[in-house]
């Protein structure tokens, strides 16, 4: 059936020289499901349409690519494909799971079903940054329909987190720790909780006291402690450093141990953090 025939869009037909825009290029937008096949095989004969009643069941949800390995030999050598019908699923430039022969329909339908929840979830952490707002209208659908999985919990705790609404995030982190453990993502939510609850004194008013006292630790310790409260961690770290410089069994150890608190807060991969943990680490031994 050609391209111009099919009833729906989300339902195309490709070659090796509309390929790359039909899978690659289309998958940025959305799910893209390619099915490699030939007319003379008997179970793509079978499969394909289920997987067409299934694309449009979706109502374009997803968008299922049809590659005749006759016409499309270079792409099926790309996606080292050795037998017939081959499936895979592509999203965002990349090729996220997939299946060889042929499967029941419903298998197929929960197949979909969870690479589309797993589509919803990569689009929502893209979202986190640029718009919580929106990551929260698109999260909330899932929550309704599995709020009980760690996975969206962990997701939730970081979106409450980023849109300030504190104590419901508290709340999350109290549901994952009732556990009795936390994955590293809301360790790091719980951390920067942590950090968050220093915040809410007069940030200027602390420094000024600190100013006046240079030589009174806890006052020092205590500016480090305000400015992690608003991220203003450089600041923070390099205060610590010197407290453990000149106070390191007492104020010093505190300083150290709120500089690994905030450690534990930054993303994986800070360039802050692999900074000051060499510092750190130099002050100490």
């Given at each position: 059936?050609s391209?111009?025939?099919?009833?729906?869009?989300?339902i195309?037909?490709?070659?090796?020289?509309?390929?790359?825009?039909?899978v690659f290029v289309?998958s940025?937008?959305?799910?893209?499901?390619?099915?490699f096949?030939?007319?003379?095989?008997?179970?793509?004969?079978?499969?394909?349409p289920?997987?067409?009643?299934?694309?449009?069941?979706?109502?374009?949800?997803?968008?299922l690519?049809?590659?005749?390995?006759e016409e499309?030999?270079k792409a099926?050598?790309?996606f080292?494909?050795?037998?017939?019908?081959?499936?895979f699923?592509?999203?965002?430039?990349?090729?996220?799971?997939?299946?060889e022969g042929?499967?029941?329909?419903?298998?197929?339908?929960?197949?979909?079903?969870?690479?589309e929840r797993?589509g919803?979830?990569?689009?929502?952490?893209?979202l986190?940054?640029?718009?919580p707002?929106?990551a929260?209208?698109?999260?909330t659908?899932?929550?309704?329909?599995?709020?009980?999985e760690?996975?969206?919990?962990?997701?939730?705790?970081?979106?409450?987190?980023r849109q300030?609404?504190f104590?419901?995030c508290?709340?999350?982190i109290?549901?994952?720790e009732?556990?009795?453990?936390?994955?590293?993502?809301?360790?790091?939510?719980?951390?920067?909780?942590?950090l968050q609850?220093?915040?809410g004194?007069?940030?200027?008013?602390i420094?000024?006291?600190?100013n006046?006292s240079?030589?009174?630790?806890?006052k020092q310790?205590?500016?480090?402690?305000?400015?992690a409260?608003?991220?203003s961690?450089?600041?923070a770290?390099?205060?610590?450093?010197?407290?453990?410089?000149?106070?390191?069994k007492?104020?010093?150890?505190?300083a150290r141990?709120?500089?690994?608190?905030?450690?534990?807060?930054?993303?994986?991969?800070?360039e802050?953090?692999?900074e000051y943990r060499?510092k750190?680490s130099?002050?100490?031994y």
């Amino acid at each position: 059936m050609s391209e111009t025939a099919r009833e729906h869009f989300w339902i195309i037909d490709t070659s090796d020289t509309s390929f790359e825009n039909d899978v690659f290029v289309r998958s940025q937008l959305g799910l893209v499901i390619v099915d490699f096949w030939a007319p003379w095989c008997a179970p793509c004969r079978t499969l394909g349409p289920i997987l067409e009643k299934l694309a449009e069941e979706f109502q374009g949800r997803f968008t299922l690519v049809k590659a005749n390995t006759e016409e499309a030999p270079k792409a099926a050598g790309q996606f080292n494909v050795s037998g017939i019908p081959a499936v895979f699923a592509v999203f965002d430039g990349q090729v996220i799971d997939g299946f060889e022969g042929l499967v029941p329909e419903q298998s197929i339908r929960s197949w979909l079903e969870h690479l589309e929840r797993r589509g919803a979830l990569v689009e929502i952490e893209h979202l986190l940054e640029s718009s919580p707002a929106k990551a929260q209208e698109k999260l909330t659908p899932l929550l309704a329909q599995a709020g009980d999985e760690p996975e969206l919990l962990n997701l939730h705790a970081d979106l409450l987190f980023r849109q300030r609404e504190f104590e419901a995030c508290q709340a999350v982190i109290n549901r994952l720790e009732q556990r009795g453990f936390l994955e590293p993502r809301a360790e790091k939510v719980k951390a920067a909780l942590e950090l968050q609850g220093k915040a809410g004194a007069d940030i200027d008013a602390i420094r000024a006291v600190a100013n006046a006292s240079p030589q009174d630790f806890a006052k020092q310790f205590a500016l480090a402690e305000a400015l992690a409260g608003i991220q203003s961690y450089p600041e923070a770290f390099e205060i610590c450093l010197s407290l453990i410089a000149a106070d390191r069994k007492n104020t010093g150890e505190k300083a150290r141990a709120l500089m690994v608190e905030i450690f534990r807060a930054l993303p994986d991969g800070s360039e802050l953090t692999s900074e000051y943990r060499r510092k750190l680490s130099m002050a100490l031994y």
